[in-house]
């Protein structure tokens, strides 16, 4: 079983609409949560971050997290063009004396006009 | 401008032919990582650097060695590369291992014929 599991997609939503993005987990003692996005030939770049359970809004993108179901998810409102990306849940662990980030394979998300 | 450095960004080279990729950042962090993403499979960590001198495995670390001399640089190093090191590379740093952003490079497309 993968550590982080995601649907490869691609996801693809009108434009104007929710996309909603999800990640699965496999380790219980994973403290801290992230969503990357990616652009095609361009390098990962954080756009939300969450630490306990519940719902975390910033602008039109809200994470959900719950630790029971070990499920995070993401929720993109009013999709645009320009939100077609590639979208990577990472996860970390303490790990002795570092803290390691396992990423999952990511989603790629197509809005279309 | 915070930034994360590599160097080249582009590689064709054969096997056997030993090479380096650069990676410097400075945002004065402790943290530096090196990832490399297939199609697939991800992005999967190859070496980590807590601070100087401090290197450490990660997931996929057979064929590569890495150094940490100057907290700045943390450079990849392929002694003997294989057409299955072919992939597109990554160098991270961040403040705090795992729970603070991880910033990344612009990435290195290396193959290997």
């Known amino acids: 079983q993968k550590e982080v599991e995601q649907n490869s997609g691609p996801l693809s939503v009108p434009e104007g609409a929710i996309a909603s993005l999800n990640c699965t987990y496999s380790?219980?003692?994973?403290?801290?949560f992230f969503w990357y996005r990616q652009y095609s030939g361009k390098s990962p770049e954080l756009i939300m971050s969450?630490?306990?359970?519940g719902d975390k809004e910033d602008g039109r993108f809200t994470a959900q997290l719950n630790k029971a179901s070990q499920y995070v998810s993401l929720l993109i409102r009013d999709s645009q063009p320009s939100d077609s990306a590639t979208y990577l849940c990472?996860?970390?662990?303490?790990?002795?004396?570092?803290?390691?980030?396992?990423f999952g394979t990511g989603t790629r998300l197509q809005v279309t006009l | 401008e915070a930034q994360v450095t590599q160097n080249p960004r582009y590689l064709i080279t054969v096997t056997g032919k030993k090479l380096t990729v650069t990676c410097s950042q400075n945002?004065?962090?402790?943290?530096m990582s090196w990832y490399r993403q297939d199609p697939g499979l991800g992005l999967r960590q190859i070496y980590y650097?807590?601070?100087?001198?401090?290197?450490d495995k990660g997931d996929v670390p057979e064929g590569y060695k890495v150094s940490r001399k100057e907290k700045r640089n943390f450079p990849l190093i392929l002694e003997s590369p294989s057409p299955n090191q072919t992939s597109l590379y990554f160098c991270?740093?961040?403040?705090?291992?795992?729970?603070?952003?991880?910033?990344f490079g612009p990435g290195t497309r290396l193959l290997v014929l």
């Open positions: 991270a740093s961040s403040v705090l291992a795992g729970v603070q952003t991880q910033y």
């Open positions: 380790d219980r003692v994973s403290q801290s």
């Open positions: 969450i630490y306990s359970n």
């Open positions: 990472a996860v970390t662990a303490n790990t002795g004396t570092a803290s390691k980030l396992t």
């Open positions: 945002m004065n962090h402790e943290y």
């Open positions: 650097s807590m601070n100087v001198e401090v290197t």
